[in-house]
Nanobody
Framework: QVQVVESGGGLVQAGGSLRLSCAAS????????MAWYRQAPGKQREFVAG???????DYSDSVKGRFTASRSNTMNKVYLQMNNLEPEDTAVYYC????????????????WGQGTQVTVSS
């Protein structure tokens, strides 16, 4: 079945930047409403950023002004640009997205990716 796949995580120094991507595993699908979440060791998963259908975005207070969510023009990939990263940003980042199949105006379903690790060193 179709899956959501995150990529772009890695190890970065404090103050550095990373760009995460989220896409459907099959090219025939596009992404509708979506949100980025993260989960640090020993902590509950938390909301990071979201994209609405009209293109507007929302951010948690902890990342506001540093992170930017965006969508590709073809609607098949979503990004999270993370700037001025801090050690506190270290977590597994997850993409939660509605997927739409070609010739359908209703979502195939709501999907969670496997996550991508972001580690920020001091």
């Amino acid at each position: 079945q179709v899956q959501v796949v995150e990529s772009g995580g890695g190890l970065v120094q404090a103050g550095g930047s990373l760009r995460l991507s989220c896409a459907a595993s099959e090219d025939s699908f596009t992404i509708g409403v979506m949100a980025w979440y993260r989960q640090a060791p020993g902590k509950q998963r938390e909301f990071v950023a979201g994209l609405e259908a009209d293109g507007s975005s929302d951010y948690s207070d902890s990342v506001k002004g540093r992170f930017t969510a965006s969508r590709s023009n073809t609607m098949n990939k979503v990004y999270l640009q993370m700037n001025n990263l801090e050690p506190e940003d270290t977590a597994v980042y997850y993409c939660n997205a509605e997927l739409y199949q070609a010739d359908r105006d209703y979502p195939k379903g709501d999907y969670w990716g496997q996550g991508t690790q972001v580690t920020v060193s001091s």
